[in-house]
């Protein structure tokens, strides 16, 4: 028996030795594979600053929401500012002990790893809140046991970190909740178009349903599952005293509205264009698409929508006239406050959906007529006057790219008028004395004087110059108009008045740029005359706006573009009509017809109910009863009051101080006509 239990002793003392040298072993290897997934494993140090990415929102003037830039559209929400039912919802439906585990629960892995056993491959990860956090924000979503350690571990380093509360800050603002949101804020706003402070517990239940499976559970694509996981998250919460059965019942009982899952028709696309450039531009995509900046601009909605409509309107009418089946006409249309630069509307074209291409800023195009203030502003500033006269009569120019190697222009109504003051060449727009006057003040100070106004494309350096032949931009039209009617004074157009970041730091802020450029007398005699334009020119059409308007039309050759610009004292806005093709817009399409209606269209919704305003006349300028045809001295009927400079008045006039005019007589009268 000795012998028996001699050999039993050291066959227990070798068996206590291997299982001594197993325990180390497994230590060792329990202490590599802890040491060989901690090294791997990120710091969780920088939770407490977690800064995700969000959406950049764009604002209008009056800081209603536009327009937003993301990547992930996350909108970033505080715990403590949601209803403790939203919380709870979750919490029952995704981790019913998240307030008494350490990162991990043990029965939920334990439950889990049966399952897997039993099925040969994970189909259950029973993961809590914490680790659905550290897998989301530093893990793969793939389905490996390594991975699940590596979560296990990290939720537990960040359950020691943060406390429950910064734990489920994290989780409802980064969780992806379907139909790209990211977050309970994004998703409620989504799914029910509220925030997320005023769900109901129905809504919330159901929000609280989709991280599980958000395609599946979605109430926009299978309303019947949303509804039951609905139901089953409601359940959870009565089983864990969140709420009562009576809560329940009125919960399922509740009717859900759902926002429209049609995208939301954009207001301003162009603009929002035009900006999210600039900002891509300045400070880069990645600051754009994650940064969640707040970007608040000049756009003011109720303008905006009436030059939409406007715009619409009015090409449609150009179709139905000339009988276009395919619509291929495009139009543009700008805005500005006259004294600030502000752009209070802006539309690029007809459909964003199908062409980006901004043909208010990216498309030169021949200004045609529409030029002509320039060269006549220029001649003012030279000396000529209002009852100047130039001669309009046949003219030609070699030019050997011409048939007969002559250039012979003609006016548009292909008649000459004979001796023409600069006023009755403006109001009808004389194409030959327009070139004789540019002949007689000399072409690169013309263009000098164009630069000066605004006008910042290439223009060519010859006598075409005087028609509109050098191409430029709609937006460059309306700032150097903007002179015109700000009394000489050149803002600078401007889109964003101020962009912060989501610290409220402010990366940039726009004040007004208003430089004075030309003499305010001379801009005014201008704007004067072109006052006639509206009255009695080529611009009658937006006669019926009822308001003291100055304005100039335009139209190219073959009637390719037409164009209509036109201002108050305190709006200038300009349209652009033509084909991307350029192509003639048809017969008589020219910019009283086709442009000059959707400027009166817009103007007049723009400008309904504000203070009728009249140009205010600067000192230095005199009037003077004239003879409209011929510009001399009269005081008989029909005569109507000339403005000049002091000093510069015909022989024989009698000046006349502005005060002593009233702003009704300064008017063209309508037997001028």
């Given at each position: 028996?000795?012998?028996?239990?001699?050999?039993?002793?050291?066959?227990?003392?070798?068996?206590?030795?291997?299982?001594?040298?197993?325990?180390?072993?497994?230590?060792?290897?329990?202490?590599?594979?802890?040491?060989?997934?901690?090294?791997e494993?990120?710091?969780?140090?920088?939770?407490?600053?977690?800064?995700?990415?969000?959406?950049?929102?764009?604002?209008?003037?009056?800081?209603?929401?536009?327009?937003?830039?993301?990547?992930?559209?996350?909108?970033?929400?505080?715990?403590?500012?949601?209803?403790?039912?939203?919380?709870?919802?979750?919490?029952?439906?995704?981790?019913?002990?998240?307030?008494?585990?350490?990162?991990?629960?043990?029965?939920?892995?334990?439950?889990?790893?049966?399952?897997?056993?039993?099925?040969?491959?994970?189909?259950?990860?029973?993961?809590?809140?914490?680790?659905q956090?550290?897998?989301?924000?530093?893990?793969?979503?793939?389905?490996?046991?390594?991975?699940?350690?590596?979560?296990?571990?990290?939720?537990?380093?960040?359950?020691?970190?943060?406390?429950?509360?910064?734990?489920?800050?994290?989780?409802?603002?980064?969780?992806?909740?379907?139909?790209?949101?990211?977050?309970?804020?994004?998703?409620?706003?989504?799914?029910?178009g509220?925030?997320?402070?005023?769900?109901?517990?129905?809504?919330?239940?159901?929000?609280?349903?989709?991280?599980?499976?958000?395609?599946?559970?979605?109430?926009?694509?299978?309303?019947?599952?949303?509804?039951?996981?609905?139901?089953?998250?409601?359940?959870?919460?009565?089983?864990?005293?969140?709420?009562?059965?009576?809560?329940?019942?009125?919960?399922?009982?509740?009717?859900?509205?759902?926002?429209?899952?049609?995208?939301?028709?954009?207001?301003?696309?162009?603009?929002?264009?035009?900006?999210?450039?600039?900002?891509?531009?300045?400070?880069?995509?990645?600051?754009?698409?994650?940064?969640?900046?707040e970007?608040?601009?000049?756009?003011?909605?109720?303008?905006?929508?009436?030059?939409?409509?406007?715009?619409?309107?009015?090409?449609?009418?150009?179709?139905?006239?000339?009988?276009?089946?395919?619509?291929?006409?495009?139009?543009?249309?700008?805005?500005?406050?006259?004294?600030?630069?502000?752009?209070?509307?802006?539309?690029?074209?007809?459909?964003?959906?199908?062409?980006?291409?901004?043909?208010?800023?990216?498309?030169?195009?021949?200004?045609?007529?529409?030029?002509?203030?320039f060269?006549?502003?220029?001649?003012?500033?030279?000396?000529?006057?209002?009852?100047?006269?130039?001669?309009?009569?046949?003219?030609?120019?070699?030019?050997?790219?011409?048939?007969?190697?002559?250039?012979?222009?003609?006016?548009?109504?292909?008649?000459?008028?004979?001796?023409?003051t600069?006023?009755?060449?403006?109001?009808?727009s004389?194409?030959?004395?327009?070139i004789k006057?540019?002949?007689?003040?000399?072409?690169?100070?013309?263009?000098?004087?164009?630069?000066?106004?605004?006008?910042?494309?290439?223009?060519?350096?010859?006598?075409?110059?005087?028609?509109?032949?050098?191409?430029?931009?709609?937006?460059?039209?309306?700032?150097?108009?903007?002179?015109?009617?700000n009394?000489?004074?050149?803002?600078?157009p401007?889109?964003?008045?101020k962009?912060?970041?989501?610290?409220?730091?402010?990366?940039?802020?726009?004040?007004?740029?208003?430089?004075?450029?030309?003499?305010?007398?001379?801009?005014?005699?201008t704007?004067?005359?072109?006052?006639?334009?509206?009255?009695?020119?080529?611009?009658?059409?937006?006669?019926?706006?009822?308001?003291?308007?100055?304005?100039?039309?335009?139209?190219?050759?073959?009637?390719?573009?037409?164009?209509?610009?036109?201002?108050?004292?305190?709006?200038?806005?300009?349209?652009?009509?033509?084909?991307?093709?350029?192509?003639?817009?048809?017969?008589?399409?020219?910019?009283g017809?086709?442009?000059?209606?959707?400027?009166?269209?817009?103007?007049?919704?723009?400008?309904?109910?504000?203070?009728?305003?009249?140009?205010?006349?600067?000192?230095?300028?005199?009037?003077?009863?004239?003879?409209?045809?011929?510009?001399?001295?009269?005081?008989?009927?029909?005569?109507?009051?000339?403005?000049?400079?002091?000093?510069?008045?015909?022989?024989?006039a009698?000046?006349?101080?502005?005060?002593?005019?009233?702003?009704?007589?300064?008017?063209?009268?309508?037997?001028?006509?």
């Amino acid at each position: 028996m000795s012998k028996y239990r001699s050999d039993n002793r050291g066959f227990i003392s070798l068996l206590t030795v291997a299982l001594g040298i197993a325990v180390i072993m497994v230590l060792a290897l329990t202490g590599y594979l802890l040491y060989f997934f901690l090294g791997e494993l990120p710091s969780v140090d920088t939770l407490k600053d977690y800064r995700p990415s969000i959406a950049t929102r764009i604002y209008a003037d009056n800081n209603e929401l536009v327009d937003e830039f993301f990547l992930e559209d996350r909108k970033i929400i505080k715990v403590a500012e949601l209803p403790n039912f939203v919380v709870q919802a979750f919490v029952a439906a995704e981790d019913s002990r998240f307030f008494e585990h350490r990162g991990i629960d043990i029965q939920s892995i334990s439950r889990a790893f049966l399952k897997n056993l039993w099925a040969g491959r994970i189909v259950q990860g029973g993961s809590t809140i914490t680790q659905q956090v550290a897998k989301s924000l530093y893990l793969s979503p793939e389905k490996r046991y390594i991975r699940k350690i590596k979560e296990a571990i990290l939720a537990y380093k960040i359950d020691r970190y943060l406390t429950k509360e910064e734990i489920l800050n994290l989780y409802l603002n980064h969780i992806y909740l379907g139909h790209g949101t990211y977050g309970v804020e994004a998703a409620a706003q989504g799914y029910f178009g509220k925030s997320a402070r005023h769900l109901t517990l129905p809504e919330a239940a159901m929000l609280a349903g989709l991280p599980k499976a958000p395609s599946t559970y979605s109430p926009f694509t299978h309303f019947d599952r949303a509804r039951q996981r609905q139901s089953y998250v409601l359940e959870r919460m009565v089983e864990d005293g969140y709420i009562t059965g009576a809560d329940q019942e009125r919960a399922l009982n509740t009717p859900l509205t759902l926002r429209s899952v049609r995208p939301k028709e954009k207001i301003a696309p162009y603009f929002v264009e035009h900006i999210r450039r600039y900002v891509v531009e300045k400070y880069g995509s990645d600051v754009l698409y994650r940064e969640g900046l707040e970007v608040y601009t000049t756009l003011n909605i109720e303008a905006q929508k009436a030059a939409r409509e406007a715009v619409e309107r009015g090409l449609r009418e150009l179709e139905q006239r000339q009988g276009y089946e395919t619509g291929l006409v495009q139009g543009a249309l700008v805005s500005m406050d006259v004294k600030t630069g502000a752009i209070k509307a802006l539309v690029g074209g007809r459909e964003f959906s199908k062409s980006e291409f901004n043909r208010a800023t990216q498309s030169r195009r021949q200004p045609g007529s529409a030029f002509k203030p320039f060269i006549y502003t220029a001649a003012f500033d030279k000396g000529l006057t209002p009852s100047s006269h130039f001669v309009d009569a046949p003219i030609s120019f070699p030019d050997p790219s011409q048939p007969g190697g002559l250039w012979q222009p003609k006016n548009f109504d292909g008649k000459f008028t004979g001796a023409t003051t600069l006023r009755n060449a403006i109001v009808q727009s004389r194409n030959v004395i327009t070139i004789k006057v540019l002949q007689d003040i000399g072409v690169d100070y013309a263009a000098s004087y164009a630069n000066v106004m605004g006008i910042s494309s290439p223009l060519s350096r010859n006598l075409s110059l005087a028609l509109g032949s050098s191409g430029v931009t709609l937006l460059e039209m309306v700032r150097a108009y903007g002179v015109l009617a700000n009394q000489g004074r050149r803002t600078t157009p401007y889109f964003i008045t101020k962009i912060v970041d989501r610290t409220g730091h402010i990366f940039e802020e726009n004040q007004p740029k208003v430089e004075q450029v030309i003499d305010p007398r001379i801009a005014f005699i201008t704007a004067y005359i072109m006052q006639d334009v509206v009255e009695s020119g080529t611009g009658r059409r937006v006669k019926s706006i009822g308001r003291p308007v100055a304005g100039k039309t335009g139209t190219t050759n073959d009637v390719r573009d037409a164009w209509f610009m036109g201002f108050t004292p305190s709006l200038i806005t300009g349209v652009w009509v033509g084909f991307d093709q350029e192509r003639s817009l048809g017969h008589q399409e020219v910019g009283g017809r086709a442009a000059a209606p959707i400027w009166l269209y817009f103007m007049s919704q723009s400008l309904a109910g504000q203070p009728i305003e009249t140009f205010p006349v600067p000192e230095g300028i005199v009037f003077v009863k004239v003879n409209p045809k011929t510009g001399e001295p009269s005081s008989g009927g029909g005569s109507i009051y000339e403005s000049f400079l002091e000093g510069t008045t015909p022989l024989g006039a009698i000046p006349v101080e502005a005060g002593q005019v009233k702003p009704e007589e300064m008017l063209p009268r309508e037997e001028n006509e």
